[in-house]
């Protein structure tokens, strides 16, 4: 998902009960969000925190305990949360041995994310990790090398047409936005039809293009 415009990325949570059976679930869950996000870099280690951290509960607070599962964004980094009732049993780093069945938890979570912590409430725990995101600003957009590119070449039009609010030099305005990739668009299909080429014919053909790698980025969420 393209975020240029500044669409949020709403905090969510799901409460659900500690058991194997959910740990699929929530993953499924996961990345059709950070699908939505436009943030398909982090789906990966997100799902592994999500069921290390779940599978922590599951071991050291009990099967079946209450837990809930909260997502959000922490400047441009992706902020996950496991809620348990109970902040007596703590997480803590170990180095277990190669041969090890347990205890590898925390050491995965800390090998994937910038950070984790734990913060005991009155009523809860609250055992978290954050994972940094290639995103310029919090509601902004994974930069791939396609926008890299265009955002290069829209450059070239700021000047004549800003694309910046004065409340935010930051944010692109939408609108203006849209404008100048149409004038971008049409000076393209000048400068073709000026060298005697099929305008049409490189419009239809970049349209399929889009179309497929679009589709192909799709399938491989």
């Known amino acids: 998902m393209d975020c240029t415009a500044g669409l949020p990325r709403k905090p969510w949570d ?11 679930g929530l993953r499924r869950i996961m990345r059709l969000h ?4 436009g943030l398909p870099e982090v789906i990966d ?5 999500v069921s290390e951290l779940v599978s922590n509960v599951i071991t050291h607070v009990g099967l079946g305990t209450p837990t809930t599962l909260t997502v959000a964004m922490n400047g441009t980094h992706l902020r996950i949360e496991i809620h348990d009732p109970d902040s007596r049993a703590l ?14 938890g925390m050491a995965l979570i800390g090998a994937v994310a910038d950070r984790w912590g734990v913060q005991l409430l009155a009523d809860r725990k609250v055992t978290w990790c954050e994972l940094s995101t290639s995103l310029t600003a919090p509601n902004g957009h994974s930069v791939s090398p396609r926008v890299a590119r265009v955002e290069k070449v829209l450059d070239l039009y700021r000047v004549a047409t800003p694309l910046h609010t004065a409340a935010d030099p930051s944010r692109l305005n939408s609108a203006k936005a849209e404008a100048v990739a149409i004038d971008v668009i049409a000076d393209l299909l000048h400068w073709l039809r000026a060298y005697g080429r099929n ?4 419009l239809d053909r970049a349209q399929t293009h889009f179309e497929a790698e679009a ?5 491989s969420l």
């Open 14 to 24: 799901l409460p659900f009960v500690a058991e194997p059976e959910e740990v699929a």
């Open 199 to 202: 305008a049409d014919g490189v």
């Open 91 to 104: 997480p803590t780093l170990l180095s277990p041995d190669l041969d090890a069945e347990t205890g590898r």
């Open 215 to 219: 589709g192909l980025a799709g399938e």
């Open 45 to 49: 280690a997100a799902q592994l925190c």
């Open 34 to 37: 950070l699908e939505l996000w």
